[in-house]
């Protein structure tokens, strides 16, 4: 292999090491495989460069390795660095209202929507709600009477005239 080479798999090596350790400190937070990684890679590029180039391109090396390691250390863990990559909207919305919200009550009576297996669509006071029917399937167009509440549900039952 020659001297240039030589000097790019070094180089290489360390650029790496540093992907890796960025990686390390802002995706995979704690001690995982990306450190380990990192970590072989930079002292695979301080032995190359060690046995290729002797004591002073090994030492040359290593120095090149902290002080880019330490300014990578600095630059990742600076929160300005990353609030460019980061999502800046706030979410103001709700998923949905529950019906509580809604002035429905225990109590109201509604008209099913569709079939209630148990689970369906019903209007109450000219609104839609998911309605679930605990004990019987309820045919489309049937009245029901709200009994409760499960959620974003409304419970009910057929009202028998």
Known sequence: MSVEDTMWVIAGLIAVALLLLVAELVLL?????????????????IWIAFSRYGVRGGVIAFVVILVLSVVTLVLSLRSRTWQRF????????????????????????????TRLAPI??????GQTFEAKS????????????????????????????
Do not use: W
Not at 29 to 45: E, K, M, R, T, W
């Open 120 to 125: 369906g669509k019903i209007s109450v006071n």
């Open 86 to 113: 980061s999502l800046q909207d706030r979410v103001d919305g709700a998923a949905q209202c529950t019906p509580q919200q809604r002035n429905v009550q225990v109590g109201d009576r509604g008209k099913t929507l």
């Open 29 to 45: 937070p704690g001690f995982s495989v990306a450190g380990v990684c990192a970590l072989l890679a930079d002292i695979g590029a």
């Open 134 to 161: 605990i004990d019987r399937y309820v045919d489309a167009g049937a009245v029901v009477e709200v009994t409760g509440f499960e959620n974003f549900s409304v419970i009910v039952q057929p009202v028998v005239e």
